[in-house]
């Protein structure tokens, strides 16, 4: 089956303004200019973008749904919700639980993850700072333990691609050791460490392959003049192009302007954004979980519900990866074209799938984003298939 889609394209790294997509099957067969196609064309469409299918690294859940809670009928649910909105590339998040919790999850999601509907699972914790938890239940937090973690990974083997560590804490090398041997993605995070501890970590580990910062800002020390702290030296790391850093780039977890900075600092090639969504992601205000812990959602803001009716730290976001990209462009005033390249391009570097996903090239799988002038989803196209477009 051959699809032609016309529009303003982003692909290869440009924007063009007459563009065109055409699938066969399963695979993009042409993306570039509508001129450069030698046969039948459709109508001009200035008031269409294509984009490449968006590829979130860092997702706990959503549509009412949470990947470290629910059974295989609700993680399809959050699987549906995000791919609806046009995320065709979605990495599931857990949340840090005691081992025996975090080896039935990964056994239940492992199976998803070999039939594509996962591009892998992301371990968020167990083994971060007690100081920089933010929505991690204290009473799961370990100290690192490579022989947990080498059993945890061969209980599902291929089935977990990044883990966030807190790199200061001991042992923490011996980690990274064990998920480079299983092509694991070292994910530095949830982190109370000085700058030069953080540097030293990224200096070491960059030189072993990938890597990456969690949500950058977010469940760290702040940057400070006479104390640097993680922010600054991540920040350094990315301009020097040793790692990639996370941004939730949806208006609650940083201010427009700090996005804007980390894009003129780093560059989109060293910038993943995420959405770090949970069950509440596109779904109305009210009480949810995450892992062991009540959320509550109120304005579209998801805190840790307190016993005595209060709220306390952010817990996971409510976005889609389109709302957080329309929220770069649109509030933060990032470009089009470096925007989408840090929601698809290289997020998929990062886990090491482009140019499979993340690109519209000739051979890539065929996932392509079509919105409105405002980058509101209109349809989405998976593996050369229409999704449904159902509200979700």
Not at 131 to 139: E, F, K, L, S, T
């Amino acid at each position: 089956q051959e699809l032609l889609l016309r529009g303003r394209l982003v692909a290869g790294g440009r924007l063009v303004d007459d563009g065109l997509v055409v699938t066969r099957g399963d695979r993009v067969a042409f993306a570039g200019p509508a001129a450069g196609w030698d046969g039948v064309l459709p109508p001009v469409a200035p008031d269409r973008l294509l984009l490449p299918g968006l590829v979130d690294v860092h997702c706990h859940g959503g549509g009412g749904a949470s990947f470290p809670d629910d059974d295989l009928a609700g993680v399809a649910t959050a699987i549906a919700a995000h791919r609806r909105q046009g995320t065709t590339t979605l990495v599931a998040s857990l949340v840090s639980a005691p081992v025996e919790v975090l080896r039935t999850r990964l056994e239940l999601l492992a199976p998803l993850v070999a039939a594509g509907e996962l591009a892998g699972v992301h371990l968020e914790g167990p083994f971060l700072s007690p100081a920089q938890r933010g929505a991690h239940d204290p009473g799961a937090l370990l100290p690192p333990d490579p022989d947990v973690l080498r059993e945890l990974l061969a209980g599902a083997p291929g089935t977990v691609v990044s883990m966030t560590l807190a790199p200061e804490l001991p042992r923490a090398g011996e980690l990274v050791k064990v998920l480079r041997a299983h092509g694991v993605l070292p994910s530095f995070g949830h982190t109370d460490a000085d700058a030069m501890t953080v540097t030293t970590a990224i200096r070491s580990a960059a030189g072993t392959g990938r890597l990456s910062a969690t949500h950058l800002f977010n469940a760290m020390a702040p940057f400070a003049s006479r104390a640097p702290g993680p922010v600054a030296a991540c920040l350094a790391a990315a301009a020097r192009g040793e790692l990639v850093v996370e941004l939730i780039a949806d208006g609650v977890h940083l201010d427009p302007q700090t996005v804007a900075t980390v894009f003129d600092l780093a560059g989109p090639d060293h910038i993943a954004l995420v959405t770090d969504a949970m069950a509440a992601a596109g779904m109305a205000d009210g009480d949810y979980q995450l892992g062991a812990l009540p959320v509550r959602v109120a304005g579209g803001t998801a805190r840790l519900a307190g016993p005595d009716g209060g709220t306390g730290a952010i817990a996971g976001g409510t976005a889609r990866l389109v709302d957080v990209l329309r929220c770069t462009v649109r509030d933060a005033g990032v470009p089009l074209l470096p925007a989408v390249l840090a929601a698809t391009r290289t997020p998929a570097m990062l886990l090491g799938r482009f140019p499979q996903v993340g690109e519209l090239i000739p051979g890539a799988r065929a996932d392509v984003l079509v919105t409105d002038p405002d980058l509101v989803p209109v349809a989405v196209l998976r593996g050369g298939a229409w999704v449904d477009r159902e509200e979700s």
